[in-house]
């Protein structure tokens, strides 16, 4: 699959991404013009028109070592300018760069972890223990009027600044749907609105255990 001339690479160096010169896109490379780095499988991409093949094309990411210089731009700068597919491509490999970057060790022996099953998960050589991504549901909610005009804030109580936040909630226990978006919100904000939409999902944010 890397090898097929219509596989589309991401380029990642921490949490920056290889972004169009005119920065309102991901530059998704093909394999000749990829660089070195730890390659993550992201999957077939099987939308209609997509690859060369009725199989639809592969799509990977590579983490390069080394800072970002100015061709990548990070979630904060294009996250909300980039479409659908783009967004879901980014929010998932700036996830697993950023969780790769702080569990190069094992959690139980300390030994260097190597990165197996293409790059989704890190094996210890030493005591042979599989460490993966926290994947227990998280979410982000912006809410916003019928026609995107406004959005409501929150502030936290005694923060002297009283930077304004998106109202954040979190199940531990439940698959995230747009339902328990709207049921937190409402706690939140007391927004009486329903309707929801999935932007892009990730990897949540890596802790060491
Ligand atoms: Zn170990």
């Not at 013009?33 to 060369?52: K, N, S, T, V, Y």
């Not at 099953?117 to 909610?141: T, Y």
């Amino acid at each position: 699959m890397w090898a097929s001339p219509d596989t589309q690479v991401a380029v990642v160096a921490k949490d920056k991404l290889v972004v169009t010169t005119d920065r309102t896109a991901l530059k998704l490379v093909p394999p000749t013009e990829a660089p070195d780095g730890i390659r993550i499988f992201l999957g077939i991409d099987r939308e209609a028109g997509a690859g060369q093949t009725a199989d639809g094309r592969a799509v990977f990411a590579v983490l390069v070592q080394g800072e970002p210089d100015d061709s990548y731009a990070g979630l904060r700068e294009i996250g909300g300018i980039l479409d659908d597919r783009e967004a879901g491509i980014a929010v998932n490999v700036v996830g697993l760069s950023n969780w790769h970057g702080v569990h190069t060790h094992c959690a139980n022996c300390g030994e260097h972890t190597v990165v197996v099953e293409a790059g989704h998960v890190r094996e210890c050589p030493a005591c042979g223990a599989h460490h993966f991504p926290r994947s227990d549901p998280a979410i982000i909610v912006l809410v916003t009027d019928d026609q995107d005009r406004h959005c409501s804030v929150a502030t936290r109580t005694g923060r002297p600044d009283a930077s304004p936040l998106s109202p954040a909630s979190w199940s531990p226990a439940n698959p995230w749907r747009p339902p328990y978006a709207a049921k937190s919100s409402r706690k939140v904000v007391s927004s009486s609105g329903t309707t929801c939409t999935t932007r892009a999902a990730s990897p949540g944010p890596s802790r060491r255990a």
